[in-house]
């Protein structure tokens, strides 16, 4: 298959990031234990309000009334010092020889600001899409069928690069082709999901 369009995910697919916003909530939610990458594979990929609710949910009272002001505060500050490109992301992304954007579930602000700490705001002229413009978030499909939708693509025409399984299932409820990147070895892929480990096999596949 020929595709027209790259869908990425951001946060923890180009970037990794998501131990990052971990640590942060474990800052800012006193009741929330364990270790960062305890609480990134609990919550890989899935909406922030969600996230703060399951903890609630545990640990009634733990989270403040003014917890994602702190918890964005807080993330900002750790951002410097913990956020870097994935492997292979540069090289990739300037290999790519088809149209690609960014689908995340997190503001475009932060997106903006992640790929500038990463050095990889260059491959991207315009095409950041977040999940707060159109008020829906993965597994909902909606995001990845908006950013289809600027691009004047299908859904068959497009590939979207994932590492959680919201993401994936969002990918699926659109009807797009879809890759499991696994870093990390997790093996949460759904089962019957094609996985890489490295990005740049990517290139491989369009």
Known sequence: ???????????????????????AMLDVIPGLTG?????????????????FADIEAVSPGDVPDNCLELYRDREETLSGSMIVASPEADQMLSLLSVAKCIASNAPVEKTLRSLKLCDLSHHFNGGIFSAYQVQAWKPDPT????????????????LVVEDSVVGIQAAQAAGMAHVYYDLHGNGQAPEGVKSISALGELLTMV
């Open 35 to 51: 270790t960062a990458q305890e609480v990134t594979a609990k919550y890989r990929g899935m909406r922030l309000a969600d996230i």
């Open 143 to 158: 995001l990845f069928e908006y950013a289809a939708e600027q691009y004047g693509v299908i859904a068959v025409e497009c």
């Open 1 to 23: 298959m020929t595709y027209k369009l790259i869908i990425f995910d951001m946060d923890g697919t180009l970037v990794q990031s998501e131990d990052c916003a971990s640590q």
